[in-house]
């Protein structure tokens, strides 16, 4: 089959300046605007009674906020913003990545030079290492921020670097995000790649049974990404839960 390439790189449509933009930040901007616009139209003219839109939202959001405080009790709540957020960009990037002029759907784009090395138009957000990075990085900078809050700057500093045992905990703060970020590229990649394959062996019937399992496994990442940073930030508040109890009882044992 003449043709039949699947690429890691993101194509580039076009040059802002020195900055390349390519087809998989193009979508993560659609994906956003689509949020932007549906949140919009939900809470335009909210009613005591949701109907519509309106209802939807607050169903997405009340089951958002009860997870969150399954997993983080109180500070549930506080957590919702980041976690909310990323379950719901992730989800909705996974969910167009199957649409027309999207490279796993691969219906409409033959023979129109889209990009500049004539790929196609747009391609899953999350099939490009460089975007879960991105939310990764925000995830574990938040989560530091987080330990600092409770610990301070030099407690913090020390429980990285000093142990026990040393610069084990320093790696495993590395390895969190990193690892949270290659498994959402690798399962939406390499569920595009498939797509893509029967898309050219079967053209239409096969594909469409292979894109329904793809809008399942696009719920199942939003949520596995989402869970392990509601968990990652859990923990850090549960460090400084534990700290502020054992505060509380020296004094009490002094007496």
Request: hydrophobic share 55%; glycine share 6%; net charge negative.
């Given at each position: ?10 194509s580039v ?12 930040i193009?979508?993560a ?13 939900a ?14 939202a607050?169903f997405?959001?009340?089951?958002l906020?009860?997870?969150c ?13 980041l ?13 167009m ?6 490279a796993?759907?691969n219906?409409?784009?033959?023979g129109?030079h ?11 957000a999350?099939?490009d290492?460089n975007?879960?990075l ?18 301070g700057?030099?407690?913090w500093?020390?429980?990285l ?6 610069l084990?905990e320093?790696?495993s703060e590395?390895?969190r ?23 050219e062996l ?5 594909p ?12 199942v990442?939003a ?7 509601l ?10 839960g534990?700290?502020h ?6 004094p009490?044992?002094?007496?």
């Amino acid at each position: 089959m003449e043709g039949f390439v699947v690429e890691i790189p993101a194509s580039v449509v076009f040059m802002l300046g020195p900055i390349p933009i390519t087809n998989t930040i193009i979508a993560a901007w659609l994906a956003m605007a689509v949020l932007i616009v549906v949140s919009v139209l939900a809470t335009r003219k909210m009613e005591l009674v949701p109907r519509g839109l309106q209802n939807v939202a607050e169903f997405a959001v009340e089951s958002l906020l009860s997870i969150c405080e399954q997993v983080a009790g109180p500070r549930g709540r506080e957590f919702l913003p980041l976690v909310g957020t990323l379950f719901l960009f992730i989800l909705i990037a996974n969910w167009m990545g199957i649409l027309p002029f999207w490279a796993e759907s691969n219906w409409i784009h033959h023979g129109v030079h889209w990009t500049h090395d004539h790929g196609p138009p747009l391609r899953s957000a999350n099939s490009d290492l460089n975007i879960p990075l991105a939310m990764a990085a925000i995830v574990a900078v938040w989560v530091q921020w987080l330990r600092i809050r409770s610990s301070g700057f030099l407690g913090w500093l020390k429980h990285l670097t000093i142990g026990p045992p040393p610069l084990l905990e320093l790696i495993s703060e590395i390895s969190r995000p990193v690892s949270l970020a290659l498994r959402l590229f690798g399962n939406i990649f390499a569920g595009g790649v498939l797509v893509y394959v029967m898309t050219e062996l079967t053209k239409l019937v096969v594909p469409i049974i292979f894109m329904s399992f793809e809008l399942f496994v696009g719920i199942v990442q939003a949520l596995i990404f989402a869970s392990l940073t509601l968990a990652f930030m859990s923990l850090a508040a549960a460090e400084h839960g534990a700290e502020h109890s054992s505060s509380e009882e020296h004094p009490r044992a002094s007496h």
